[in-house]
């Protein structure tokens, strides 16, 4: 592979921007992903009470503020040693199953539904939500609202609020709930998991039962044979709270398995002078480029890569699901790209029957959901799976709680790798020698919406979104074709 | 309703909040005007302004040229960003466009966007730039006068909140 050499000062910088670099023969030779990269979060957070970094954090991001919520308020509780009483954990494990049911709705029916309700070459105009609603009908578009919305609903009961929740302290959460409100969010879990076995019906009927749609799935064109990461509970479950951060190789065969304190060991980011953004790989294997393959760092931290280092699900129709899907495939790990989308499913299904198990189980209106920290604070890791990924929070402080240092990896970097990767090989079918076949924005973007990129700051923009914009260059970094999608 | 935009983080990013902040010490004590600070767009800034009968949306528009502008904006505004790409989320048009095919009625029956031009930074301030932080004050005597306005014209009940969606 040539090298491409980018002067410094040209740092690849933009939203949603995609730039593919071709070598002489005019063929792509790379490709990579950008998300805006925040500046300065770290000095912003030196010098403030620990406490705040729960509700800054959650800030970051306008699309997951619940997952840096509680993988903040998890590094609290590791920084002042103390430990949550059972009421407190599950609410919060609560809290984040609703969250994850908001956020895998929102992607099958409003970002990935439509590539394959409409199909892939489905003209734009009809290849988003109103044209999925158009076609399945307002009845099912009125259900995914409500689905949404009542999850969302639940995550207020807990967190005060249906956006940035301000419920995580160190030690626990901020109020009970009364018996009310569980019968409540009780009845809301029941409808939550009819929805998700109903979107997993629609998700057979439309793309299992579509022989075109099964062959882009299983196709060697939408794959990255990479490391996959995610975290699991004791019998090897996945589990979006809590547990331990579990690594497979390319072939699923275990790497290492430790617990987030412990991420230094095992994850480390590499520069590039190009990018501001990092690329994390897994330590012991080492940075060998965008490249897949057991002797290679890239990582994975996806729904899929989830499903690929556990054993099963935790819940009983997830499992089925989950059984299915690999049955389905034919191997373990599968690393098909676009099957995320249905590894997303299982773990809307988990989610909801988690939901379910959480707010039947009484304990959580016990009124003991705080322990107060006596400790010294000092150093404190927490971590959860994001819908998108593994998310860490690394903090440490002075003997007065004041921050002193912030470490965070959020799941789209962790992805960074694999998604340029995916990227990559999407383009190198519509690009030959020089030329650029049409429908390439299109695959690209089936290739990355899989993951669910995260855009941060971008999210409150009353447009909602940033413009997708392709770069096409030569080796000697001279603009060949700029595709822009407004 | 009175609806701000924006990270109350990220420097300029802030204006819409800084907006609402200074009208709700302005303007205080009236049962029948609401505001709100958000950090949300496309399905859950729609589902955050259903149920209210006159919404004003104050949000920043990245404009490096002219910070500090002010700018109205319409939701017809927006149409031509119905069908427009988005990787992770949906945006403001379709989001509109899709609760009314649902037609449940609550739909506020005006929206009025209010932007000011800013210079994106990505980097992490709780400070608006002077030429920002002079057009929030402008921008929130302008919008205080709309109120006062739609106050005198057809009373208070014209913007009462009927919104019952909240579970608690």
């Known amino acids: 592979m040539k090298t491409v050499t980018i002067n410094p000062v040209t740092r690849l910088e933009g939203h949603g921007k995609i730039s593919i670099f071709l070598n002489d023969e005019g063929n792509v030779e790379n490709a990579y992903f950008q998300v805006p990269e925040l500046r300065g979060f770290e000095k912003f957070c030196e010098g403030r009470p620990v406490e705040e970094m729960p509700d800054i954090t959650s800030r970051i991001c306008g699309v997951c503020p619940e997952a840096h919520h509680i993988a903040s308020t ?45 199909g892939p070459s489905a003209p734009k105009a009809e290849r988003n939500i109103l044209g999925v609603i158009g076609k399945v009908g307002l009845e099912v578009g009125s259900s995914v609202i409500k689905h949404r919305s009542d999850a969302l609903d639940v995550i207020a009961t807990i967190g005060g609020k249906r956006i940035h929740p301000s419920c995580g302290v160190p030690g ?104 501001y953004l990092k ?27 989830r499903l690929n280092v556990a054993e099963g699900m935790a819940t009983p129709i997830a499992q089925a699901e989950y059984k299915r899907l690999y049955e389905t495939l034919g191997q373990k790990p599968v690393h098909s790209t676009l099957a995320t989308h249905w590894a997303r499913l299982v773990e809307l299904v ?61 799941a789209t970097t962790n992805n960074h790798a694999a998604i340029s990767m995916s990227i990559k090989q999407a383009a190198d079918g519509f690009i030959k020698k020089g030329d650029v076949s049409d429908g390439i924005m299109n695959m690209v973007e089936m290739a990355f919406r899989a993951y669910d990129p995260c855009y941060a700051c971008a999210t409150h923009t009353l447009p909602g979104q940033m413009p997708l914009d392709i770069k096409i260059y030569d080796k000697k970094m001279g603009l060949l074709h700029n595709i822009r999608r407004p | 309703m009175l609806v701000g935009l924006g990270n109350p983080i990220m420097g300029d990013d802030a204006v819409g909040i800084c907006v609402v902040r200074i009208l709700k010490e302005k303007i205080k004590g009236r049962a029948d005007l609401e505001f709100k600070e958000l950090s949300v767009g496309g399905v859950g800034l729609v589902e955050e302004i259903l149920g209210y009968e006159q919404v004003f949306i104050i949000d920043s528009i990245a404009s490096a040229e002219t910070p500090g502008k002010i700018r109205e904006f319409s939701p017809q505004d927006f149409k031509d960003t119905e069908y427009a790409s988005s990787p992770h989320s949906t945006n403001f048009a379709t989001a509109l466009e899709l609760y009314k095919k649902f037609n449940t ?30 057009a929030a004050f402008e921008l929130a005597e302008l919008v205080g006068n709309e109120i006062e306005q739609i106050r005198n014209q057809v009373g208070p009940s014209a913007t009462s909140n009927t919104n019952t969606s909240s579970l608690a």
């Open chain 1, 172 to 275: 626990g959460v901020s109020k009970p709930i009364t018996e009310d409100e569980r019968i409540k969010i009780e009845s809301i879990a029941k409808s939550e998991v009819e929805f998700a076995k109903f979107t997993m019906k629609l998700f057979d009927d439309i793309v299992l039962k579509n022989k075109d749609y099964v062959n882009l799935i299983t196709s060697d064109k939408f794959a990255t044979d990479t490391y996959c990461m995610g975290t699991v509970d004791e019998e090897d479950h996945v589990n979006f709270y809590d547990g331990k951060i579990k690594v497979v190789d390319p072939q699923g065969r275990e790497f290492a398995k430790f617990p987030a304190a412990d991420y230094q060991q095992y994850v480390s980011e590499h520069v590039e002078p190009w990018t």
């Open chain 1, 74 to 118: 998890k590094a609290l509780d590791a920084l002042f040693h103390v430990e949550p009483p059972p009421a407190a954990k599950k609410l919060r494990e609560l809290l984040y199953s609703a969250f994850f049911i908001a956020d895998h709705i929102t992607h099958f029916y409003i970002l990935a539904g439509p590539d394959f309700v409409m």
């Open chain 1, 279 to 305: 690329f994390p790989y897994l330590k012991k294997i080492g940075w060998r480029g965008l490249v897949g393959g057991k002797d290679s760092g890239v990582y994975k931290a996806t729904p899929l890569a």
């Open chain 2, 105 to 134: 009625g609550t739909i506020p029956r005006m929206i009025r966007i209010f932007t000011v031009d800013i210079n994106p930074e990505f980097s992490f301030r709780e400070a608006l730039s002077p030429p920002v932080q002079r």
């Open chain 1, 350 to 410: 988990y989610a909801s029957e988690r939901l379910l198990q959480l707010s039947q189980d009484k304990e959580i209106t016990n009124p003991n959901v705080r322990n107060i920290p006596t400790q010294t604070p000092d150093e404190g890791v927490g971590a959860v799976e994001a819908p998108r990924g593994t998310l860490f929070h690394h903090y440490k402080t002075d003997a007065k709680g004041m921050v002193k240092g912030v470490n965070l990896i959020v």
